[in-house]
C-alpha cells in the first residue's frame, strides 16, 4: 500500500491509516488518563495529584497567507485549541520551522510575527524550539507542541444523553476561504478564514457554569463538524440529533457551497468549538459563549439522545430527517 | 429568495396538501426523478422520510458519467496509449469510474497526462496554453453539459484551435425515460429534470406524456420545488390527468433555449448508443456531424474495443439505474462498496444515487 492524499484527508481513509499503521505498530502509549489510543486532540500526563494535557500540530496549509490569517497564527491557535477543548489552559508551546531553501526572509518575518500576536492574545509563551531549512519544494512548514493544565480534563467521549450541544459560530469559513484563493473564485462577499485561539472562550463558558457541566469538546477541525459530531457521538455512545437551520452559517459560505456543491458541514473550521453541556446549564452557557467576541454568533444545534447511539442524525430545513456522515475526504465538487 | 423555497413552514403546509391526496389515491404511487441534482435534493434533505407510504421515490438513470459506456473509457485509453503525448481532461468522478481495464486514474498514476476540470472551459483553456499538444476533452453529460461543450466547440472552430477536441459521450435524456417504459418500469409520473429542461424546454418532453400516458412535472431544484412537483403529480393522478406541467417556470420556458438548442444541433448528429449498465437505447447519443468530426478525437485513430462487461459481479448499479430498487437493497452497497472502494459506478459519481445515498446517510425510507 502507498500512502495517498486522502490518508491525509480527514475521513475513513485518515481513520485506516491511523489505526493501521500508527496505533498498531507503536507499544508505549500512555501517561496518563488520556493515551493515543484514545485519539483525542492531546493526551495527558499524570504529574503528581494533577495531569497535564500535551499536544502536537503539523501545519503545511497552502497557501501560507490566506483571508483572515496565515500559517503562522494558523499554528499557534491549532495547538492552542487542542488544548483548549481538552479544557487545558495553555502553558507553554515549542515550535518547529522547516523551511525551504531560498525562502523569502521578509514572508518569515510575517509568518513570525503572527505566531507572536497570535500567542499574545491567548496568552502562551513560545519557550523553545528547532529551526531546519531543507532543499524539497514545501515552502514552510510550522509544527507546534503544547502543553497545558486542566481543572478537569475534558473529553470527547464525555458527551450524556440530553446534553444539549452548543457552536461558537459559523461554520466552514477556513475550509471555504482556503479554497477559494487555492482555486482563484471571488465570492460576493470577502470570504474570512475563522482561524483563533479559542482558550478564552472556553474559559469563559466553564467558569460561567463550571467545567463539570462541560460534558464533551472538540474544535471541528479537517473534516468539519460532521467529522467532529461524528467522533463525539461514536466515542460517548449516544445519538447526536441536530437541527441543520439552527447552524450558523455566514452568508458567503453558503453561496459558496451552493456554487460549489460542498457541503459546509464538511469543510474545516479553525475557531470553532462544539460543546456538549448538561441541558439545565445550556442557555448560561449560551449566554457566557455570546459574550466573547468569538462566539457573539453562538448557537445551540442540537442534542445528545438516545436513539441511533454512535449515529448523527439531522433535522434538515424543510423537516426531512437524515444521517450526517462522516465526509468521504477532501470535498470535490459536482459535475453538470 | 433561496430560502423561500426551503421554507419549514411552507413545506408543512404542502406536505399537508400531499398527505391529503395521498389519502384520497389510497393506492401505492411510485415517481421517478431522473436526475443526480434531484435525488441529491431528495436525499440531502430527507424528502423521502416526510413522504406518505404510499408515495415512493424512485431514482432514475440521472447520471451521465455512471453510464458512460465502459468501452468508450477503454478506447480514450487505448487511443491514449498510441500517442502518449496527448493531454486528456475530464471531470473529477469521470477520473475514478472503474472498468475491467482500469480507471483514468490508473493511467494518470502511470505517467499519462490526465487532468480534472470543472468545466470544458478548463480544458480548452489549456489547449489554448499548450498549443503545441493535443487537448482532447473526455466528454459525458446530458443536454446541460452538451450546451457548453457545443459553444466551446464553436469557439474552437472560430478560432481555429486545432490542438483541442473532444470525445464525446454525451447523452439525452427523454430517450433514456422512453427505453425505461418500454422495458416495463412502472410509473405513475415523472420528476422531470429542471436543468435539462432549460435546454430543451417543455416541448422536448412533452411526446413522452402523450406517447405513454405519464403525466409529467418539469421540477426545480429546491426542496420545495420537488415538493410542489410531488404535489401536482398526486393531483393529476386524482383529476385523472396525463400532462406535462412546469413547476420550474423561473427557468424553463416551453420552447428551452434556442440559441442552445441551434448551436447543438448543428454540431451533432443524434444516433443509437449505448448506455452503461442499460445497453442500446434509439437516438440517444450525440456524436459530431462529419463536417466538424475532426474536433473528434475518434476520428483521428481507429481503436476497437471489444464488449466488455459493464458491471462487476454482484454490483447492482444497473437495477439502481433502471429505478428498480434503491442502492440499500444492493447487498454490496455500504459494505464492500463505498466511494473510497467503489465497485460500480453508480457509487464513484457525484450524481449516482449509490453516493448521493452514502454520502447524506439517507434514513431508509
Redesign the interface.
Known amino acids: 500500500m502507498r500512502i495517498k492524499m486522502?490518508h491525509g484527508a480527514g475521513g475513513?481513509?485518515m481513520d485506516e491509516l491511523i489505526s493501521e499503521f500508527i496505533l498498531k505498530t507503536f507499544k508505549l502509549k500512555s501517561a496518563g488518563s488520556v493515551s493515543l489510543d484514545d485519539l483525542d486532540d492531546g493526551g495527558s500526563i499524570k504529574y503528581g495529584e494533577e495531569e497535564l494535557i500535551f499536544t502536537i500540530d503539523g501545519h503545511t496549509v497552502k497557501p501560507i497567507f490566506f483571508p483572515g490569517g496565515d500559517i503562522g497564527r494558523l499554528a499557534i491557535s491549532g495547538t492552542v485549541n487542542d488544548l483548549a477543548v481538552m479544557g487545558a489552559e495553555p502553558l507553554a508551546i515549542a515550535t518547529s520551522l522547516i523551511i525551504q531553501d531560498g525562502f523569502a526572509g521578509d514572508d518569515l518575518k510575517r509568518i513570525l510575527q503572527s505566531m507572536d500576536e497570535t500567542s499574545h492574545e491567548v496568552p502562551v509563551p513560545i519557550i523553545t524550539g528547532d529551526t531546519k531549512v531543507v532543499e524539497e519544494k514545501i515552502g514552510i512548514f510550522v509544527i507546534t507542541a503544547g502543553i497545558g493544565k486542566a481543572k478537569r480534563i475534558i473529553r470527547d467521549s464525555g458527551a450524556k444523553i440530553g446534553d444539549v450541544i452548543l457552536l461558537n459560530g459559523g461554520i466552514g469559513e477556513h475550509g471555504f476561504a482556503i479554497l477559494s484563493v487555492r482555486e482563484g473564485i471571488e465570492f460576493q462577499s470577502s470570504l474570512n478564514s475563522d482561524v483563533s485561539p479559542l482558550w478564552s472562550l472556553i474559559k469563559e463558558v466553564g467558569e460561567a457554569i463550571g467545567w463539570e457541566n462541560i460534558h464533551a469538546m472538540k474544535d471541528p477541525t479537517r473534516g468539519g463538524l460532521s467529522e467532529a459530531l461524528n467522533e463525539m457521538a461514536r466515542k460517548s455512545e449516544v445519538g447526536v440529533e441536530i437541527w441543520e437551520?439552527n447552524v450558523p452559517l455566514n452568508p458567503a459560505v453558503k453561496a459558496a457551497s451552493?456554487m460549489l456543491?460542498i457541503s459546509p458541514f464538511d469543510m474545516a473550521n479553525e475557531g470553532k468549538v462544539v460543546m456538549f453541556v448538561s441541558s439545565e446549564y445550556a442557555e448560561e452557557a449560551l449566554k457566557a459563549m455570546r459574550r466573547h467576541p468569538l462566539g457573539k454568533d453562538a448557537a445551540i444545534i442540537g442534542r445528545a439522545v438516545e436513539q441511533y447511539k454512535g449515529?448523527v442524525?439531522?433535522?434538515?430545513?424543510?423537516?426531512?430527517?437524515?444521517?450526517?456522515?462522516k465526509p468521504?475526504?477532501d470535498p470535490?465538487?459536482?459535475?453538470? | 429568495m433561496?430560502e423561500a423555497w426551503?421554507?419549514?413552514i411552507l413545506?408543512?403546509r404542502v406536505?399537508v396538501a400531499i398527505f391529503n391526496k395521498a389519502e384520497k389515491l389510497g393506492r401505492e404511487v411510485r415517481f421517478m426523478d431522473v436526475c443526480?441534482?434531484h435525488e441529491?435534493t431528495i436525499?440531502?434533505?430527507?424528502?423521502?422520510?416526510?413522504l406518505p407510504k404510499n408515495v415512493k421515490i424512485l431514482a432514475g438513470p440521472g447520471c451521465?458519467?455512471c453510464i458512460t459506456p465502459v468501452e468508450d473509457i477503454v478506447a480514450m485509453m487505448e487511443i491514449m496509449k498510441k500517442e502518449p503525448s496527448i493531454l486528456v481532461t475530464t471531470?473529477?468522478?469521470?477520473y475514478r469510474i472503474p472498468t475491467p481495464k482500469g480507471s483514468f486514474a490508473d493511467m494518470k498514476s502511470r505517467g499519462y497526462d490526465v487532468r480534472i476540470v470543472?468545466s470544458i472551459y478548463d480544458s480548452y483553456k489549456l489547449a489554448l496554453k499548450h498549443r503545441d499538444r493535443l487537448v482532447v476533452h473526455f466528454s459525458p453529460?446530458?443536454e446541460?453539459?452538451t450546451a457548453p461543450t457545443a459553444g466551446m466547440l464553436w469557439e474552437a472552430i472560430e478560432k481555429k484551435v486545432e490542438n483541442f477536441k473532444i470525445y464525446s459521450v454525451h447523452r439525452l435524456t427523454p430517450p433514456a425515460v422512453e427505453f425505461l417504459l418500454e422495458q416495463g418500469t412502472m410509473l405513475d409520473g415523472l420528476i422531470t429534470p429542471g436543468?435539462v429542461s432549460t435546454i430543451i424546454g417543455v416541448k422536448g418532453w412533452k411526446y413522452l406524456t402523450s406517447r405513454y400516458g405519464i403525466p409529467q412535472v418539469i421540477s426545480g431544484f429546491e426542496?420545495?420545488d420537488v415538493?410542489i412537483s410531488i404535489h401536482m403529480l398526486l393531483q393529476m393522478l386524482i383529476e385523472g390527468q396525463a400532462e406535462i406541467k412546469n413547476e420550474y417556470e423561473r427557468a424553463v420556458k416551453y420552447e428551452g433555449n434556442i440559441e442552445a438548442q441551434k448551436k447543438i444541433d448543428a454540431l451533432f448528429n443524434v444516433v443509437d448508443a449505448k448506455w452503461r449498465a442499460l445497453g442500446i437505447i434509439r437516438r440517444s447519443g450525440y456524436v459530431l456531424k462529419k463536417e466538424y468530426e475532426e474536433y473528434e478525437i475518434r476520428s483521428s485513430y481507429e481503436v476497437n474495443i471489444e464488449e466488455l462487461p459493464d458491471l462487476e459481479k454482484g454490483c447492482r448499479c444497473g437495477e439502481v439505474l433502471r429505478g428498480l430498487i434503491l442502492p440499500y437493497e444492493c447487498p454490496l452497497f455500504g459494505r464492500v462498496c463505498?466511494?473510497?472502494n467503489p465497485v460500480g459506478p453508480c457509487m464513484v459519481?457525484?450524481?449516482g444515487t449509490c453516493q448521493i445515498f452514502?454520502?447524506?446517510?439517507?434514513?431508509y425510507g
Open positions: 486522502m475513513e481513509a437551520s451552493e456543491g449515529k442524525i439531522v433535522n434538515t430545513e424543510i423537516g426531512g430527517r437524515r444521517f450526517l456522515e468521504l475526504g470535490v465538487p459536482r459535475v453538470c | 433561496q426551503r421554507d419549514e413545506a408543512k406536505l443526480g441534482t441529491d436525499t440531502r434533505y430527507g424528502i423521502r422520510s416526510l451521465p458519467v471531470f473529477g468522478d469521470m470543472y453529460g446530458f446541460t453539459t436543468h426542496p420545495l415538493l463505498t466511494p473510497r459519481s457525484y450524481e452514502y454520502k447524506y446517510g439517507s434514513l
